[in-house]
Structure formats: structure tokens, C-alpha cells
């Protein structure tokens, strides 16, 4: 159950640590690749310095018999050809003896050579020696130059020490502190995990831990809290979604069946004319809540159905004229044209619906309305009986819902028409709302224009 987590754990651990090494290694490679060669060159440029300002006194025949060196030189000497200290500085406890034991082959040319002493203090000192002879009014003198590169290597042994032994323990604790970082943030996600696992189809009304963290852990199980929400209420609709559709379908069948039954048991005093028609009819109903049904089934598993360019006027009209002999007439109200980019059967479906809801409870008449306005198609119908409080205008579109004005003048309605229009006209980006109207009932349907090219 924790893999999930630790896997992403070891999987940031291990870029942080690669990122840190490719930093390390950058900035190692950039260090001992410049560091020392500016470290020397100081240390070279003030030897030099120092050398070639002896050199000129001594050109210049100003050369005092003791030096004094700056800052930092530790040995200046000035040796005839034939090996006479000409000019030196004070006598120090600095071994020098094979400090001069070189000359440059190449008069004003500087020569460079590293050499190690004992100071009596500090043995061993490592120190870089340069050289230059210049031609002066008693003769060709070579002038020596010294100074310590102690620091030098010391800083280097420190830069050396960073890099081959700091830089992999940078590394463990780069990995280390990532490692518990990453385990401390994931935490929460663990135990967001645990909850999911425990949460089964039976019972969903269970909710994952939010941390207060204020992070997309956080959003992430205020997410997944709302998913469960949205679940369980699918899960509690589909209950009783099929809870009532059983009993929808139960009470036709019962009766179909009361009804073979009693005929069966009877024949020769069963009218089975009028059997025949009860039966039919009670299987006209089946059909009508099966194939409701179905494609409600169909629009809330989102299937599109085959769409083409419907004309509404037209449908209504066709509507209109299967009617012509109902209980009571419809009146039409048209625009030249609303063309609509939708099913040909579930918008046929929409307007025999909000028909035969209107017919069920119109007093003297039906009024139909099709008009185009702002690119949308508007569809009202209109009918003049009880009409619909206000606040039952929404629950009128939950599936099996029908009141009890509805249940008093058809008994036989399946409580689906009008849930089923209005899933058919969002499928087909619109809406279906009840208006307010007096009296009657009023039902107006927006679709999208079509605007073809």
C-alpha cells in the first residue's frame, strides 16, 4: 500500500541527488581548472615584480648591498657571475643554499623553478623561485626572487579536501534530507491511499483525510472528496433509478398478467376483443418506459447518437398533424425556419413528450411556439390547465416524479417524459425550463441554432 509513495520517494531522492552531483561536478571541474592556475599566477606576478625592480636598480648601478623585500617575498639575492652575493636580504634562518644553485640561460629573460627549504621553523616550505641576469656596469648579475606557496597549498589541499571528500558527503546529505522531505510530504498521500483502498462499492460514504497543508495535497483530497461525493450520489440515483423503474415496470405486467390470467381461467365468459385491446395497451405502455428507458440509459452513458441538421418547425408540424384528432387542438406559432444540428429521433422524442404532457393536462387548447432569437432556437409549449407551483418547477424533471394532479388524470403515465426531454435537450446544449405562465403551463426548450456554412 506505501510502495506507491515510496517509489516516488526514492524517485526524487535520486534526481536530487543526480542535479546536486551535476552542480558538484560542474562547479569541481570549474574550480580545479581556474582556481590553481590563479593562485600560482599571483604568487608568480609578485615574485616578478619584485625580481625585475631589483633587476632595474641593479642595470642602474643603485643597488643598495641589503634588499628589502615587499610584502610577501620572502628571499631577494643578487649573485655575481662568479658567484658573489652582490646585494641579499637580511640573513634569516631560510636555508637557501640550492635557492640559487640555477641560472637563467637567456639574459632579461625571467626563469621560474619551484623549490622546497627549511626555515627552521616550519621545515619543508614549499616555495616558487624566479630568476632573471641583466647586464650591470661591474658585470652580468642573475637576480634571485622567492616566495612561499604555503598558502597556496593549503588552499588547495582544502579545495582538493571539498571535492573528492565534501562532495559525497553533500551528496548523502542532499539525499538524506530529500529522502525524509519527500517521505514527510507524501505522508498524507499514504494515508489518502489507505482510506481509497478501504472504500468499496457497498459503502462509499466514507472520505479520505485533507491534510492542512494548504499545498496540492490538499486540493488533491478536497478532489477526491468531491469525486466520492458526486459517486455516491450517482450511486444513491442509480438506487433509485432502478429501484423505480422495477416498479414502474412491475405494474403493467401485473396487470397484463391479472388480466391472461382471469381470461385463461374463464374463457368462455371473456370478451377477448376487449381483453386483446387492455393487453395492447398495457403493452404500448411497456414499450413506451422501455424505450425511455434506454435512452436515458443511452444520454447518461453519453453516447452520441447520429446527428443531422433537424428543422423544428418541421417536426412540429408533424406533430401537430398526428395530432389533429386528440382531445384537444393545437395551435402553432412558426418561424420560416430553426434549424438544428441534433438527432432526428430524440428531438422527435423531445416534442412528443412535452406534447403528450400537455395534452394530459390542457383544458381547451395547446399553444406551440417556434421562434429564433440571438442564435438559439426557442420552443415554448403552452397548455391552460392546473398549471405547476413554483416550487415544484424542478422536481417535475426528476425521473419518476409525477404529482398528483398528473397521477388523477393519467394513471398510466410512466414519470419519465419530461426528465428524458430534458436530458435530451442538454445533450444537445440547451436547456428546458417551466416559465411562468397563467393559466396553464408553460415549457420553454433553447437549442443552439445551426448555422451552417
Same mark, same amino acid.
Given at each position: 500500500m506505501a510502495r506507491f509513495p515510496r517509489s516516488i520517494r526514492g524517485r526524487l531522492t535520486t534526481i536530487a541527488i543526480l542535479v546536486v552531483a551535476v552542480v558538484l561536478a560542474a562547479g569541481s571541474s570549474l574550480t580545479l581548472s581556474t582556481v590553481p592556475d590563479n593562485l600560482y599566477g599571483v604568487v608568480h606576478s609578485r615574485v616578478e615584480l619584485a625580481?625585475?625592480?631589483?633587476?632595474?636598480?641593479?642595470?642602474?648601478?643603485?643597488?643598495? %648591498?641589503?634588499?628589502?623585500?615587499?610584502?610577501?617575498?620572502?628571499?631577494?639575492?643578487?649573485?655575481?657571475?662568479?658567484?658573489?652575493?652582490?646585494?641579499?636580504?637580511?640573513?634569516?634562518?631560510?636555508?637557501?643554499?640550492?635557492?640559487?644553485?640555477?641560472?637563467?640561460? %637567456?639574459?632579461?629573460?625571467?626563469?621560474?623553478?619551484?623549490?622546497?627549504?627549511?626555515?627552521?621553523?616550519?621545515?619543508?616550505?614549499?616555495?616558487?623561485?624566479?630568476?632573471?641576469?641583466?647586464?650591470?656596469?661591474?658585470?652580468?648579475?642573475?637576480?634571485?626572487?622567492?616566495?612561499?606557496?604555503?598558502?597556496?597549498?593549503?588552499?588547495?589541499?582544502?579545495?582538493?579536501?571539498?571535492?573528492?571528500?565534501?562532495?559525497?558527503?553533500?551528496?548523502?546529505?542532499?539525499?538524506?534530507? %530529500?529522502?525524509?522531505?519527500?517521505?514527510?510530504?507524501?505522508?498524507?498521500? #499514504?494515508?489518502?491511499?489507505?482510506?481509497?483502498?478501504?472504500? %468499496?462499492?457497498?459503502?462509499?460514504?466514507?472520505?479520505?483525510?485533507?491534510?492542512?497543508?494548504?499545498?496540492?495535497?490538499?486540493?488533491?483530497?478536497?478532489?477526491?472528496?468531491?469525486?466520492?461525493?458526486?459517486? #455516491?450520489?450517482?450511486?444513491?440515483?442509480?438506487?433509485?433509478?432502478?429501484?423505480?423503474?422495477?416498479?414502474?415496470?412491475?405494474?403493467?405486467?401485473?396487470?397484463?398478467?391479472?388480466?391472461? #390470467?382471469?381470461?385463461?381461467?374463464?374463457?368462455?365468459?371473456?370478451?377477448?376483443?376487449?381483453?386483446?385491446?387492455?393487453?395492447?395497451?398495457?403493452?404500448?405502455?411497456?414499450?413506451?418506459?422501455?424505450? #425511455?428507458?434506454?435512452?436515458?440509459?443511452?444520454?447518461?452513458?453519453?453516447a452520441v447518437a447520429p446527428r443531422r441538421v433537424v428543422d423544428i418547425c418541421r417536426v412540429v408540424k408533424d406533430q401537430a398533424r398526428d395530432r389533429e384528432c386528440g382531445r384537444v387542438p393545437i395551435f402553432l406559432g412558426l418561424c420560416m425556419t430553426a434549424p438544428v444540428c441534433g438527432s432526428p429521433v430524440q428531438l422527435d422524442r423531445l416534442l412528443t413528450n412535452l406534447l403528450d404532457n400537455a395534452t394530459r393536462h390542457a383544458a381547451t387548447r395547446i399553444e406551440v411556439e417556434v421562434s429564433v432569437h440571438q442564435g438559439q432556437v426557442v420552443v415554448t409549449v403552452t397548455d391552460d390547465g392546473d398549471g405547476i407551483a413554483p416550487e415544484d418547477r424542478e422536481r417535475v424533471f426528476e425521473r419518476f416524479t409525477r404529482l398528483e394532479s398528473g397521477r388523477a388524470k393519467d394513471k398510466g403515465g410512466s414519470g419519465l417524459g419530461l426528465p428524458l426531454s430534458r436530458e435530451i435537450v442538454v445533450a444537445h446544449g440547451g436547456s428546458l425550463t417551466v416559465a411562468d405562465h397563467h393559466p396553464g403551463a408553460r415549457f420553454v426548450a433553447v437549442l443552439p441554432l445551426y448555422e451552417g456554412v
Open positions: 625580481v625585475r625592480r631589483v633587476a632595474a636598480e641593479a642595470r642602474a648601478g643603485d643597488l643598495p %648591498t641589503v634588499l628589502t623585500p615587499p610584502a610577501r617575498i620572502h628571499f631577494l639575492r643578487v649573485v655575481s657571475s662568479d658567484g658573489r652575493i652582490v646585494a641579499s636580504t637580511p640573513a634569516t634562518t631560510l636555508q637557501d643554499a640550492h635557492m640559487t644553485e640555477f641560472r637563467p640561460g %637567456t639574459p632579461d629573460t625571467i626563469m621560474t623553478v619551484e623549490r622546497t627549504a627549511a626555515n627552521g621553523l616550519e621545515p619543508e616550505i614549499h616555495y616558487l623561485v624566479q630568476a632573471v641576469t641583466v647586464e650591470t656596469p661591474d658585470g652580468p648579475v642573475t637576480v634571485y626572487g622567492a616566495s612561499s606557496l604555503s598558502d597556496v597549498d593549503r588552499a588547495l589541499a582544502w579545495i582538493n579536501l571539498f571535492v573528492f571528500v565534501g562532495s559525497p558527503i553533500v551528496l548523502v546529505i542532499v539525499g538524506a534530507i %530529500t529522502w525524509a522531505a519527500v517521505g514527510s510530504a507524501l505522508r498524507p498521500v #499514504e494515508r489518502i491511499s489507505a482510506e481509497l483502498a478501504e472504500i %468499496t462499492g457497498r459503502d462509499i460514504s466514507r472520505r479520505v483525510p485533507v491534510p492542512d497543508t494548504g499545498d496540492e495535497i490538499n486540493a488533491l483530497a478536497r478532489t477526491t472528496n468531491h469525486t466520492l461525493d458526486r459517486l #455516491e450520489r450517482s450511486a444513491e440515483t442509480q438506487r433509485r433509478f432502478v429501484a423505480d423503474a422495477s416498479h414502474e415496470l412491475r405494474s403493467p405486467v401485473s396487470a397484463l398478467r391479472t388480466q391472461l #390470467e382471469v381470461a385463461n381461467a374463464y374463457p368462455d365468459e371473456t370478451d377477448w376483443k376487449a381483453t386483446g385491446a387492455r393487453a395492447l395497451a398495457a403493452a404500448d405502455r411497456l414499450a413506451t418506459i422501455i424505450d #425511455e428507458l434506454l435512452m436515458l440509459a443511452r444520454l447518461d452513458a453519453g
